[in-house]
């Protein structure tokens, strides 16, 4: 039984010398050569009223201790606000930094190496900031 | 092999190998040579913006740390609103408002190049200190109300 398994398992390898141009050509773009230029401009878009928001919010509550911060933060305009501020910077960032990697780290591995940490590490910033959002946004003291 | 040359690991490093004037292999300078260039004004400014984008990006973590302090209670919070106080913490306050305002306009002036706009000599230049002149006068502009609006309150 195992046996024939193994020899069924073979017959399906097939090896065919084609190059991976060959392959793909003729079968048009993948569509997603333009996706991280269009999603670096699109959440810089998004920032731009979402930063001179904050800035104005911030301003307007200078010297603020936490239980008025606490009550700012959680009206729902303002948690939805602060939300798409933290998931538009924290993936705007990685962008960014991905192309900044990409310029200066010339050798492949550490490049790549370096991308995937900036990624992870703009996933976890922005995850713990919005845990923290939603957290200050359902707190049951106010 | 010019002096203290590493060996090549790229076939695109051939084409930087030259003679110089006394006929040693040397290795040629790479564009733009910011040594012995004139700095162009939106030279500058490109490099400004992704400068900012990474002080920025250093600047996130206040923004996770405070963020997170503020859901933690307040005894959490009167610790990074200490920090951000304490001189280190208003000189990194300066530096991301800096950057945040330049980072901001300089995006603007970037997409409305993207949208095939201002990409005249004359404007390119003009537009760019003006990104330069906005962002100075906008982090004053803050500073001074921040200023005004904590004076007032104590």
Redesign the interface.
């Known amino acids: 039984m195992a046996a024939s398994m193994n020899t069924k398992a073979k017959a399906e390898q097939v090896t065919v010398m084609r190059s991976q141009l060959g392959r793909v050509r003729g079968l048009g773009a993948a569509r997603a050569g333009s996706h991280h230029w269009k999603a670096e401009?699109l959440t810089?878009?998004a920032?731009?009223p979402l930063?001179?928001w904050f800035?104005i919010a911030v301003?307007?509550h200078?010297?603020a201790?936490?239980?008025a911060?606490?009550r700012w933060?959680a009206t729902p305009w303002n948690a939805a606000l602060?939300l798409a501020l933290?998931a538009m910077?924290?993936h705007h960032?990685h962008l960014?930094?991905q192309v900044?990697w990409e310029d200066y780290i010339?050798v492949s591995k550490r490049r790549e190496a370096a991308i995937l940490a900036t990624r992870g590490a703009c996933l976890l910033?922005?995850l713990?900031?919005a845990?923290?959002?939603l957290?200050?946004a359902t707190?049951s003291h106010i | 092999m010019p002096e203290n040359a590493k060996p090549m690991n790229d076939i695109r490093d051939a084409q930087l190998v030259a003679r110089g004037t006394d006929g040693r292999l040397v290795r040629r300078p790479v564009s733009p040579h910011i040594g012995i260039y004139r700095w162009p004004i939106t030279m500058v400014a490109s490099i400004l913006n992704r400068a900012t984008g990474i002080a920025l990006s250093a600047g996130s973590l206040l923004l996770a740390w405070w963020l997170v302090a503020a859901s933690a209670g307040p005894q959490d919070f009167a610790i990074v609103q200490g920090f951000i106080a304490s001189p280190l913490g208003l000189l990194m306050l300066l530096g991301w408002t800096a950057s945040l305002f330049y980072h901001l306009y300089g995006g603007i002036r970037h997409l409305v190049w993207d949208a095939g706009h201002g990409l005249a000599k004359a404007s390119l230049n003009s537009v760019t200190w003006a990104v330069i002149a906005l962002s100075l006068v906008s982090t004053a502009g803050v500073w001074v109300a921040g200023y005004m609006l904590t004076a007032g309150a104590q």
Request: net charge positive; proline share 3%; hydrophobic share 70%.
């Open positions: 401009r810089a878009i920032l731009v930063t001179v800035v301003l307007s200078l010297g201790d936490q239980p911060i606490a933060a602060l933290v910077t924290f960032m960014g930094l900044v010339h910033l922005g713990m900031a845990v923290a959002v957290k200050l707190a």
